[in-house]
């Protein structure tokens, strides 16, 4: 997987690379060796082709040069003085480990091959350091390579690669799109392998979250996991140009964030759920996927949302969701445009014959039932459907223990700031409930529900204070009745 160099970093490492360094002082300083010198100057500002030959000459040299071993310390610890030497040289090393394939293999073999550079990482806490970002760059290249040579990894990778994602995250929580965008770029090149999918899922609260808020601010819909998602309302971002979607949000960063969740979600069955639970990703997706403004986003929505649904283990759980947000409607939109892509075409295939497998099988109690457990609730048909709670609301009542009015009940003790019509639609829920089986109002009541239903009355939103009027109705008309 190629990607293009970020333009923050490729500009910093031209700059670099056109300083003069003045090497002969830093030998007579003591600040590198006569030998480090003759090394770096047979391969700095010659033809790719040349530096190929040198280096592949005399790998062992280059090893040493770059991270040291048994006959000394690598240049970058023996330079730690002189931050210009060191970014000069990172610069250098970058390019060799790019230009010469045979290169990392070599570096690999040290003992300790990310010595010189993991401490680099801490040079300073500012996210714009040049030493901390060209050697992340480094550091990136390397572990790369080492994961897709060993994708067991080693002890020294796994210990390396967490530290490498936590620099990482800081630049992920940085204004500054160019910081966020290499920062990205480096998590792709990493997310190869199981075990480095595992790592970074481990440490999802540095890794993960900023990447989602990233995907929230392009969405339009900032922190908020509420009426935007599951409602399908906001802005479109299709029109938008490169430069600027919603929140701010380049289109390049925006492709790379998805790629790189893509590449998570490889690992559907141990990070499915947890997304869901943690970042409400299902209607997340569905939302950018209903904005997306290419076909290669819209690829990666599709994808990712196939990884996460499909693995057994999550449909249970994910499945519902995906129906509650109105996938289904969505998926069958997609399919009446004209899309190229034969991967984007086989994967809105199978995510449509996955949910329609799925909605196929279900009641209209199930229905009800999943929404309910999902907890947003939308005036799907159900909700003010005569027949349907003439003939399922005991069902509702006694299913399971007498699960699903639990459920209501801790719907109905949130807040609901951010969308007031999942009050409404529980407190039209309860009025059913109790018309159609008022022996059971004792339930409800021991659940806190009439309690809550007559706070609401007072409530500020006009439609949850008309169904909370209606509910509390059902209950002072069964008492007259009786």
Same mark, same amino acid.
């Given at each position: 997987?190629?990607?293009?160099?970020?333009?923050?970093?490729?500009?910093?490492?031209?700059n670099?690379?056109?300083?003069?360094?003045?090497?002969?002082?830093?030998?007579?300083?003591?600040?590198?060796?006569?030998?480090?010198?003759?090394?770096?100057?047979?391969?700095?500002?010659?033809?790719?082709?040349?530096?190929?030959?040198?280096v592949?000459?005399?790998?062992?040299?280059?090893?040493?040069?770059?991270?040291?071993?048994?006959?000394?310390?690598?240049?970058?610890?023996?330079?730690?003085?002189?931050?210009?030497?060191?970014?000069?040289?990172? %610069?250098?090393?970058?390019?060799?480990?790019?230009?010469?394939?045979?290169?990392?293999?070599?570096?690999?073999?040290?003992?300790?091959?990310?010595?010189?550079?993991?401490?680099?990482?801490?040079?300073?806490?500012?996210?714009?350091?040049?030493?901390?970002?060209?050697?992340s760059?480094?550091?990136?290249?390397?572990?790369?390579?080492?994961?897709?040579?060993?994708?067991?990894?080693?002890?020294?990778?796994?210990?390396?690669?967490?530290?490498?994602?936590?620099?990482?995250?800081?630049?992920?929580?940085?204004?500054d799109?160019?910081?966020?965008?290499?920062?990205?770029?480096?998590?792709?090149?990493?997310?190869?392998?199981?075990?480095?999918?595992?790592?970074?899922?481990k440490?999802?609260?540095?890794? %993960?979250?900023?990447?989602?808020?990233?995907?929230?601010?392009?969405?339009? $819909?900032?922190?908020?996991?509420?009426?935007?998602?599951?409602?399908?309302?906001?802005?479109?971002?299709?029109?938008?140009?490169?430069?600027?979607?919603?929140g701010?949000?380049?289109?390049q960063?925006l492709?790379? %964030?998805?790629?790189?969740?893509?590449?998570?979600? +490889?690992?559907?069955?141990?990070?499915?759920?947890?997304?869901?639970?943690?970042?409400?990703?299902?209607?997340?997706? $569905?939302h950018l996927?209903?904005?997306?403004?290419?076909?290669?986003?819209?690829?990666?929505?599709?994808?990712?949302?196939?990884?996460?649904?499909?693995?057994?283990?999550n449909?249970?759980?994910?499945?519902?969701?995906?129906?509650?947000?109105?996938?289904?409607?969505?998926?069958?939109?997609?399919?009446?445009?004209? +899309?190229?892509?034969?991967?984007?075409?086989?994967?809105?295939?199978?995510?449509?014959?996955?949910?329609?497998?799925?909605?196929n099988?279900? $009641?209209?109690?199930?229905?009800?039932a999943?929404?309910?457990q999902?907890?947003?609730?939308?005036?799907?048909?159900?909700?003010?459907?005569?027949? +349907?709670?003439?003939?399922?609301?005991?069902?509702?009542?006694?299913?399971?223990?007498?699960?699903?009015?639990?459920?209501?009940?801790?719907i109905?003790?949130?807040?609901?700031?951010?969308?007031?019509?999942?009050?409404?639609?529980?407190?039209?829920?309860?009025?059913?409930?109790?018309?159609?089986?008022?022996?059971?109002?004792?339930?409800?009541?021991?659940?806190?529900?009439?309690?809550?239903v007559?706070?609401?009355?007072?409530?500020?939103?006009?439609?949850?204070?008309?169904?909370?009027?209606?509910?509390?109705?059902?209950?002072l008309?069964?008492?007259?009745?009786?």
């Open positions: 997987m190629s990607l293009d160099p970020p333009t923050y970093l490729n500009s910093l490492q031209n670099i690379r056109a300083r003069p360094i003045p090497w002969e002082g830093a030998v007579r300083a003591g600040t590198i060796t006569d030998n480090d010198l003759k090394k770096i100057k047979a391969v700095d500002k010659v033809r790719k082709e040349q530096r190929k030959q040198t592949e000459a005399d790998l062992a040299a280059y090893r040493s040069l770059l991270v040291g071993g048994d006959s000394g310390k690598s240049v970058l610890e023996s330079a730690a003085k002189r931050a210009d030497v060191i970014q000069y040289i990172l %610069v250098l090393a970058g390019d060799l480990i790019s230009d010469i394939p045979s290169l990392p293999s070599a570096l690999l073999d040290s003992s300790d091959p990310y010595k010189p550079f993991v401490p680099l990482l801490g040079h300073s806490t500012n996210p714009e350091d040049p030493i901390p970002l060209l050697t760059s480094v550091l990136a290249s390397l572990i790369s390579s080492a994961l897709v040579t060993n994708p067991n990894s080693t002890a020294k990778t796994d210990e390396a690669l967490p530290k490498l994602y936590t620099y990482l995250s800081t630049l992920t929580k940085s204004q799109s160019g910081l966020q965008d290499i920062a990205v770029q480096e998590y792709s090149a990493l997310l190869r392998t199981k075990k480095s999918r595992q790592l970074f899922w440490q999802r609260e540095e890794t %993960v979250n900023p990447l989602v808020d990233v995907l929230r601010s392009a969405a339009g $819909t900032g922190s908020d996991n509420g009426s935007t998602l599951w409602n399908g309302s906001g802005g479109s971002i299709r029109s938008a140009t490169d430069a600027g979607l919603a701010g949000v380049g289109l960063l492709y790379h %964030v998805l790629l790189a969740i893509w590449q998570l979600s +490889f690992e559907g069955s141990m990070v499915g759920q947890g997304l869901e639970e943690e970042q409400e990703i299902i209607p997340l997706y $569905t996927l209903r904005l997306s403004p290419k076909e290669k986003t819209t690829r990666l929505l599709l994808s990712t949302l196939l990884n996460l649904l499909s693995p057994t283990s449909r249970s759980a994910l499945l519902p969701l995906a129906v509650t947000a109105r996938l289904p409607a969505l998926l069958q939109n997609l399919k009446g445009r004209h +899309f190229t892509d034969p991967d984007l075409l086989e994967d809105l295939s199978s995510l449509t014959d996955l949910l329609e497998e799925y909605t099988a279900q $009641t209209t109690f199930d229905e009800y999943s929404e309910v999902v907890g947003h609730l939308r005036w799907t048909p159900p909700h003010r459907d005569a027949t +349907f709670w003439r003939e399922n609301a005991r069902k509702i009542l006694e299913n399971n223990k007498g699960e699903l009015p639990k459920k209501l009940a801790e109905m003790g949130k807040s609901w700031d951010d969308d007031k019509q999942v009050l409404a639609i529980a407190c039209n829920d309860v009025g059913w409930l109790v018309k159609e089986v008022p022996e059971k109002r004792s339930q409800l009541e021991k659940l806190g529900i009439k309690g809550r007559m706070e609401l009355m007072a409530e500020g939103d006009e439609g949850v204070r008309w169904e909370s009027l209606r509910a509390v109705g059902e209950w008309r069964y008492s007259f009745d009786r």
